[in-house]
């Protein structure tokens, strides 16, 4: 396992921003494909955004489009999830989590793919006025 760390999290207020970091420890996050995932209390989990090792590809599932966005800067090994126009309903813990059956692959995993098999700790976002 390779542990990933989110951070970022917080309280806003609907119609806010919130910027997730999604950062490596003892390994480096390149040629790895990485999502983000939520998931709320009594849901299920549900895969968010997704981007491949080259930055070059992403997934979104249809309650974030025009609203969130996924990057990648590996050259810090760090992967972000811009989040503007919260709504309560995004209220969820955002976990980053790697594909590491897919590492270096050229093939990029879907969000819902059970591929994404290393999991972050967590951040809470909260939104609410």
């Known amino acids: 396992q390779l542990q990933l760390v989110e951070s970022g999290g917080g309280l806003v207020q609907p119609g806010g921003s919130l910027r997730l970091s999604c950062t490596a420890s003892?390994?480096?996050?390149?040629?790895?494909?990485i999502g983000w995932f939520r998931q709320a209390p009594g849901k299920e989990r549900e895969g968010v955004l997704c981007i491949s090792g080259s930055g070059g590809i992403t997934n979104y599932a249809d309650s974030v489009k025009g609203r969130f966005t996924i990057s990648r800067d590996n050259a810090k090994s760090t992967v972000y999830l811009q989040m503007n126009g919260l709504k309560p309903e995004d209220t969820a813990v955002y976990y980053c989590?790697?594909?590491?059956?897919?590492?270096?692959?050229?093939?990029?995993?879907?969000?819902?793919?059970?591929?994404?098999?290393?999991w972050g700790q967590g951040t809470q976002v909260t939104v609410s006025s």
């Open positions: 989590v790697a594909s590491l059956t897919f590492y270096r692959s050229s093939f990029f995993p879907s969000c819902d793919s059970p591929e994404y098999d290393n």
């Open positions: 003892g390994f480096t996050l390149d040629s790895y494909a």
